[in-house]
């Protein structure tokens, strides 16, 4: 079974500066994606950003930018001049790329706050 | 952009009391899921749902719940007899297949159900 560590239960970062949020995972599965999602006070799942694991280039999305470190099995979430609103949850999750439908496995998550 | 919508925002129900949940998927995903997050935790999941039966279950899916694709568009989740503990987010989500080009998943913006 797969299982996504996030090992940092709350993190905190000025306004305009630079934020890493850290994942691990573990799996026996060589083909899977991985995906960050944020979970704001409204208890939304908005996801992030997405890397598929046969792609070597790490995913950019804007500010939103992933580690994808495959051999050592890390996917860590970069957040580049955070601003008030990315204060939130953010959960890392694990999905199967070998068998369509399957669960998604997410991590503890890590909460972020952004200070002015 | 399309979106998963859930029904109701909030619900309160008496222990013991029957609850549905409804859920109306993406309309071109093929694949359902629900998943739970008691306040405070991470999220878990519940079942995932494929060609108009249950594709997986997690050990949380005992026979208090079912799930149900009642027409084209709806998605239900029942809960036979609450209790206390089923208090929590739910989530919705739909996917398509592995072989799309943007694949990952989509949620809603969840049920609260409260067991009073």
């Known amino acids: 079974a797969q299982t996504v560590t996030q090992s940092q239960p709350e993190m905190s970062v000025q306004e305009a500066e630079t934020v890493t949020l850290s994942c691990t995972y573990d799996?026996?599965?060589?083909?899977?994606?991985l995906f960050w999602y944020k979970q704001p006070p409204s208890r939304q799942m908005i996801l992030v950003i997405r890397?598929?694991?046969?792609?070597?280039q790490n995913a950019t999305e804007n500010r939103f930018s992933v580690n994808f470190q495959k051999a050592a099995k890390s996917f860590s979430l970069k957040i580049s001049d955070s601003q008030l609103g990315d204060a939130a949850m953010y959960f890392c999750?694990?999905?199967?790329?070998?068998?369509?439908?399957?669960?998604?496995?997410f991590g503890e998550g890590t909460q972020l706050t952004v200070n002015p | 952009e399309p979106e998963v919508t859930q029904t109701p925002s909030h619900q309160v129900t008496q222990m013991g009391q029957e609850v549905i949940l409804r859920c109306v998927p993406i309309?071109?995903?093929?694949?359902f899921y629900w998943y739970r997050q008691i306040l405070g935790q991470k999220v878990e999941f519940l079942v995932s749902?494929?060609?108009?039966?249950?594709?997986?279950k997690s050990e949380i899916f005992d026979d208090q719940f079912s799930v149900e694709r009642p027409d084209g568009s709806n998605f239900t989740l029942k809960i036979r007899s609450t209790k206390l503990e089923d208090s929590a987010m739910y989530f919705c989500?739909?996917?398509?297949?592995?072989?799309?080009?943007?694949?990952?998943?989509?949620f809603g913006s969840g049920t609260r159900l409260t067991v009073v």
């Open positions: 989500a739909s996917s398509e297949g592995l072989g799309s080009t943007n694949y990952g998943y989509t």
């Open positions: 799996t026996s599965e060589s083909d899977y994606y």
């Open positions: 890397q598929e694991a046969y792609k070597q």
């Open positions: 999750a694990y999905g199967s790329g070998e068998t369509s439908g399957s669960r998604l496995t």
């Open positions: 309309s071109n995903h093929l694949y």
């Open positions: 749902f494929y060609n108009n039966e249950i594709s997986e």
